[in-house]
């Protein structure tokens, strides 16, 4: 049990209980649009810094396997500390953690700025790439310890029913914003690379970082965060988070997104090296066609949200599950970078749109509110250890393993795509949905993407074989999937 209250803007005893209600409605109104505001600025410093991150290496001269560890293990660090997040909620008011947190990552931006000062002083050039993963660590570090206390105010201030919808509005605007942030960065980056001052170039995107990310905590100090009180009880350890997987529906659902960002992680740090070092691409047509899944992902948001809400986030997971594994083997037919924004990042964007808007919902209705800090710290240290695994081993791939039939970088986009489909074959479907007031599956007029109706239903003599194939151990019990962690 918790208890709600507003710690700075307390309501009089005085006035009626509707309205206090009305009262802390507004206020919680109010919120809801600051987030969007404060989001956008967020995109700012992620379109001008975190996009860049692996070309700014690149242009240090970092190998193959120090473009992996730069995923890795900032991946691994930043779940971890989202557990010394959780549980300073205990202890400090929400709100003063957001805004010190999210102002220390606007300083830690300026870490990338003195990387490249010492890279054009010639000062440790052999210690230029290990502190550019040590700075993105303690850049990754400052943002995931906001992470439990924002969820858990998000989950407070957005109702269950309007989720789809608020979050899907707010992906696209603010994604709209990283969009344009991006481009522009490309077209600078460009002319800074013909120039000859293409370090400069990366210095000046991460002063807009810094800048973006400090107005993004200013907006935080305008948001209404009501107090939450814990009762005994509520913590317990990793340990007992992975014991309990096995048996209720969140563990199977935190265990499939995990092996699937394993899966992801295994390529994702090597499309920007394949564009820009074998497919020899500009900064503005590798920002091009890295951000048309974006774009892509913008345009679909509308149409994802209102189906989330009417029939569920589990039935969202399972569409962009169904489409995300084909993405990077797409990527073997054609190197052309029209093909590449019209078809492998066409499908990227609409599949990982449904994804990544069904598995972040899906958590708010999985987790009781008391422990949605907690349960979000151990979810995600679960898949930094997955991202640690697998950009890590994607990372030594690529620097030691040099198959003589095939490209080493589209070997491990092909790899990565079957892993995808391996893991949505044998888990998914011991994923359940949550919510107990939607329209049934059946009526969704997307069905035939999820069940294979492409073939006409289960009287059709192929699809036995293709449901088996697709979700070979939905015939066994993995254990009870009826308790909320």
Known sequence: MITLDNPTNPVSDEKTQADKDAEI??????????SIIEGSFSSVAGGAGESYVTPYALSLNATNAEV???????????????IF???????YDRKKMIVLFVFLQSLSWLLFVLVGILFL?????????PFLIVSYIVNITFGSLVGPSWFSLMGEIVPEKMRGAYFSKRNRINGAIAIIITVSAALWLDYSKRADIIIIGFITLFSISAIGRSISAYYFT???VPKIKFEKGYYFSFYQFIKKAPYNNFGHFAVYVALINLTVSFAGPFFAVYMLKDLHFNYTWFTIVNIS????????????????????????????SLIVPFVPILWLLNSNPIYLILVPQLISGIGWAAFNLGASNFIYDAVTVQRRGIVVAYYSLLNGIAVFIGASLGGLTAQYFHPSFMNVFLFIFLVSGLGRMMVV????????????????????????????????????????????VMYPLSIFKIGKTDEKP
Do not use: C
């Open 25 to 34: 409605e507004k206020a919680l109104e109010k919120t809801r649009k600051l």
């Open 68 to 82: 992996g560890f730069l995923s890795s293990f900032p991946g691994l660090f930043g779940p971890i500390t989202q």
């Open 85 to 91: 997040g959780s549980k300073l909620m205990e202890k």
């Open 121 to 129: 002083k010639s000062i440790a050039p052999d210690f230029i790439v």
């Open 222 to 224: 305008r948001h209404y």
């Open 293 to 320: 899944a974006s774009i892509f992902s913008v345009i679909m948001m509308p149409l994802w949200g209102k189906l989330a809400d009417k029939y569920g986030n589990r039935e969202l997971l399972r569409i962009g």
């Open 425 to 468: 074959a044998f888990l998914l479907p011991h994923v359940k949905e949550i919510r107990k007031e939607i329209v049934p599956r059946k009526k969704n007029p997307l069905l035939y993407i999820t069940n294979l109706h492409l073939i006409n239903g289960p009287t059709h003599p192929l699809y036995g074989l293709l449901k088996s």
